[in-house]
């Protein structure tokens, strides 16, 4: 009886580990992606081939991209730089059209990432990379309002310096971390509370500051996600993260892996075949922008070049 219990526990970790994945490549190939924006003001990049993923909040030489300086569960992770405490960069899953999510927060029963600081970093040592789901609360016409994030930061879940140089696996739902409220253009609400709470029928009013925000509870729908850098950290960032993990009860298993396309591989697939030597010699002779993918060696054209290099990884990735 013994034994079989532990098969069966065995079994569901196994599960747990074993969603589906979606693997979101990079926009460019090897090594990979650099996004950044020196402005005051957010910069938005949307992946072209991956439908709801952006580079975010990308302000003030904050870097973001999905690179090969770090690589998990494959060749990439998401690679993250913030040189002063004014700059961000995040990458983000979200549905556009204020209607579509994936499940109610009650449901959500596994959220895990990992994440990694690199030892040059000189942020404050409690310091690493918070993972966000947003929230909102549909109204009487199915629309999501009250978008808002719960943030989860190691710093508010018993907190103290953070391990360097060394990829931290984290599971968030199952294990009733605390998160925090950031009711979007609503203020920060610090008084993080359990998941658990956020997920009860009552829910959870923050009463943090005279900027009261919106309530969520377990009626709440999560339509998103988000990894970031900065605002606000003193100093240097460099990190990454990789591998984040969604289930909800009875609902969608989400495995995000981030990876670095191969070179060649024009639609972003993973893999260089027909389709890309097609999008070559469609495209064949057009001048290209600095955010475009078809121009493999992002010399401005698409030309012979480009063509060699489709040809010479013909058949590789996947
Ligand atoms: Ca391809
Ligand atoms: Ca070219």
Redesign the pocket.
């Known amino acids: 009886m013994r034994t079989l219990r532990v098969w069966l526990w065995l079994f569901a970790w196994g599960m747990a580990l074993a969603q589906p994945e979606t693997r979101v490549y990079s926009v460019f190939m090897p090594p990979g992606d650099w996004f950044t924006h020196s402005g005051a003001n957010y910069a938005f990049f949307p992946f072209f081939h991956h439908w709801n993923w952006y580079y975010g909040h990308v302000q003030r030489d904050g870097v973001v991209g999905i690179r090969t300086d770090y690589p998990r569960s494959g060749n990439g992770s998401v690679f993250f730089s913030t040189p002063t405490a004014l700059a961000k960069s995040d990458i983000e899953f979200r549905f556009l059209d204020g209607q579509t999510y994936w499940g109610r927060l009650r449901d959500l029963e596994w959220l895990s990432y990992e994440w990694y600081r690199d030892g040059r970093s000189t942020v404050g040592a409690h310091i690493h990379l918070p993972l966000r789901i947003y929230v909102g609360n549909l109204d009487s016409q199915g629309r999501i309002r009250d978008l808002g994030y719960l943030i989860y930061e190691l710093s508010m879940n018993g907190g103290g310096a953070v391990p360097v140089d060394t990829w931290v696996q984290e599971e968030l739902a199952a294990s009733n971390r605390r998160f925090w409220q950031n009711p979007i253009n609503g203020g920060n609400f610090f008084d993080a509370q359990p998941l658990s709470v956020w997920q009860s029928e009552e829910g959870y009013q923050p009463r943090d500051g005279d900027r009261i925000g919106v309530r969520y509870n377990g009626d709440s729908v999560v339509c998103g996600v988000s990894v970031g850098a900065g605002t606000g950290w003193n100093g240097v960032f460099i990190g990454a993260v990789a591998n984040i993990i969604l289930r909800f009860r009875h609902g969608v298993q989400l495995h995000f892996n981030f990876e670095v396309r191969p070179a060649g591989d024009v639609n972003g697939d993973g893999q260089v075949d027909d389709t890309d030597l097609l999008w070559i010699l469609m495209l064949f002779g057009t001048n290209c922008s600095a955010y475009c993918p078809y121009?493999?060696?992002?010399?401005?054209?698409?030309?012979d070049?480009?063509l060699l290099i489709v040809l010479t990884h013909f058949g590789t990735g996947g």
């Open positions: 121009d493999l060696n992002r010399d401005g054209t698409v030309d070049t480009d």
